[in-house]
């Protein structure tokens, strides 16, 4: 009954942390959203610009400085120059209150792209035990933090 608890209070973190970016991009399509024929140097920084001021300004606004009685965030992002992409990540650690007032340390990732308002991917992972709950990016399972790790490389990495 504590595991299911414990699992809903997840899910229900997850949905509410990301239901704050459904419509955060709907605008008409701009040089970032299409296709990538000859970006000069000067718009592959411009476009690594807004993507980091966007990742900065959301993750403020949904995590202020990342510390909280719950646990701690932080955030990583990266203008993926071929796929025309700005994604980030979402590292949060939170600290889950089990029998005996012991808390359990739950790792979440989740992958976001912000042009498509899209999720790609998200991780939930279990430390003291080490055992994964979730591990998908896109279509594709994954059974440890390793293979996410390799999974989500060629979205934040070029």
Known sequence: MKRT???SILT??????FMSLVGFNNQNPTKEQSSV????P???YELQEKCGKRCEEYFKEDYGNGFDENGISN??????KKLNKCFILINSIEFIRNIGDKYENITMKTLFEFNENKEYGSLILFRKNIKTYNCVVLDKSCNSEQE???LIEPYMQE
């Not at 229900?12 to 942390?17: E, H, L, M, N, R």
């Not at 024929?37 to 000069?40: A, D, L, P, V």
């Open 75 to 80: 955030y990583t992002y990266h203008y993926n």
């Open 5 to 7: 608890l414990t699992l």
């Open 42 to 44: 000067k718009d592959d």
């Open 12 to 17: 229900v973190f997850f949905t509410i942390s």
């Open 148 to 150: 996410w790790d390799l």
């Open 37 to 40: 024929s000859k970006i000069t």
